[in-house]
T-cell receptor, first 110, second 118 residues
């Protein structure tokens, strides 16, 4: 079983739709959580960190459920420019490294 | 530019050749990471440097992989006797401080080197 699991998609949604991605992690000692965005053939870039109380950045909302070891990302009012792969990333405290999921591909259609 | 720079962007190697991939981190960044990203997968950790010290090389797939950062800035990832399964994008990332997963100590990635082994 992978340490960080995501549905690879693709998620095909129309512009303006709301879409949610989920991610589960296996190490209960994990300390920090992130969503990265990766455009096709580009490098990953930090989208947002995920805090225990949940956090919002414009159209993006991230949630963390430590009890269920589950992270989510909600995108409201999808734009064409949101089309990308969204990587769920977990910091495993004991191993001092970032663990990436396989990514979820989002395609926003006009 | 002020970002992480990697060279070459593309490398084609014949099976059995040695290759060297270069990473110029953001100036002043203490931490440097190498990742391997296979097609359709997320980046997988290879190794971590704190300044010139290689503190973690647990992700290196075999003893054909070797990384160094002799002066605590530029790093080189060397792959000896390349195999087809080494074909992937090799990403370098750097962060300002000693790495501890702190949310504000962001890892900035370079554009990667796409290695194809024929």
């Amino acid at each position: 079983r992978k340490e960080v699991e995501q549905d690879p998609g693709p998620f095909n949604v129309p512009e303006g739709a709301t879409v949610a991605f989920n991610c589960t992690y296996s190490n209960s000692a994990s300390q920090s959580f992130f969503w990265y965005r990766q455009d096709c053939r580009k490098e990953p870039k930090l989208l947002m960190s995920v805090y225990s109380s949940g956090n919002e950045d414009g159209r993006f909302t991230a949630q963390l459920n430590r009890a269920s070891q589950y992270i989510s990302l909600l995108i409201r009012d999808s734009k064409l420019s949101d089309s990308a792969t969204y990587l769920c990333v977990v910091y495993g405290g004991a191993t001092n490294k970032l663990i990436f999921g396989t990514g979820t591909l989002l395609a926003v259609q006009p | 530019g002020a970002g992480v720079s990697q060279s070459p962007r593309y490398k084609v190697a014949k099976r059995g050749q040695d290759v060297a991939l270069r990473c110029d981190p953001i100036s002043g960044h203490v931490s440097l990471f190498w990742y391997q990203q296979a097609l359709g997968q997320g980046p997988e950790f290879l190794t971590y440097f704190q300044n010139e010290a290689q503190l973690d090389k647990s992700g290196l797939p075999s003893d054909r992989f070797f990384a160094e950062r002799p002066e605590g800035s530029v790093s080189t990832l060397k792959i000896q006797r390349t195999q087809q399964e080494d074909s992937a994008v090799y990403l370098c990332a750097s962060s300002l401080r000693v790495f501890s997963g702190e949310t504000k100590n962001i890892q900035y990635f370079g554009a990667g080197t796409r290695l194809s082994v024929l």
